[in-house]
């Protein structure tokens, strides 16, 4: 029975920085995953000094590209949350709802939800009452 090889230090090292940037993205922590970059490429040339002959220079390399790309997409929309932001607008017109459904004025009730959902913000009516969370759209992508 053949045994896999022993992962290298460097991709060890790639797969870790590769980790903690996707949790730094995750976490909406954009400083946190320049330094993830930052670490990677220190790491590539501190190891291109060795005279490795092995793919595995040209994978971390391809590694930190694919970093760089998806930094600077997330860069394009930011990675802020905007619920907070927005909720003071939201919660407002949500009220302004609320009170023409109680006038039965459906068609400005129905307005007010459509052009949130034009925003971004899908609105749900539940028994509970009514939520809202921001969607794929103009507020986020």
């Known amino acids: 029975m053949a045994t896999a090889p022993a992962p290298s230090p460097l991709m060890g090292d790639v797969a870790r920085i590769?980790?903690?940037?996707?949790?730094?993205?995750?976490?909406?922590?954009?400083?946190?995953a320049v330094t993830c970059v930052l670490e990677l490429e220190a790491l590539l040339v501190d190891w291109s000094?060795?005279?490795?002959?092995s793919?595995?220079?040209?994978?971390?390399?391809a590694a930190l590209r694919a970093m760089i790309v998806r930094l600077?997409?997330?860069?394009?929309?930011?990675l802020r949350d905007l619920r907070p932001v927005v909720a003071p607008l939201v919660d407002a017109l949500l009220h302004a709802r609320d009170h023409a459904r109680e006038a039965r004025d459906y068609a400005a009730a129905d307005a007010?939800?459509?052009?949130l959902a034009e925003a971004g913000v899908e609105v749900q009516d539940t028994p509970a009452g009514t939520t809202w969370h921001l969607s794929r759209g103009p507020l986020v992508t």
């Open 49 to 53: 000094r060795d005279t490795l002959q």
């Open 55 to 61: 793919d595995e220079m040209r994978r971390g390399r």
């Open 18 to 32: 590769e980790a903690a940037f996707a949790a730094a993205l995750g976490g909406r922590d954009a400083p946190a």
């Open 112 to 115: 007010i939800r459509d052009r």
């Open 72 to 78: 600077g997409e997330v860069a394009g929309h930011g």
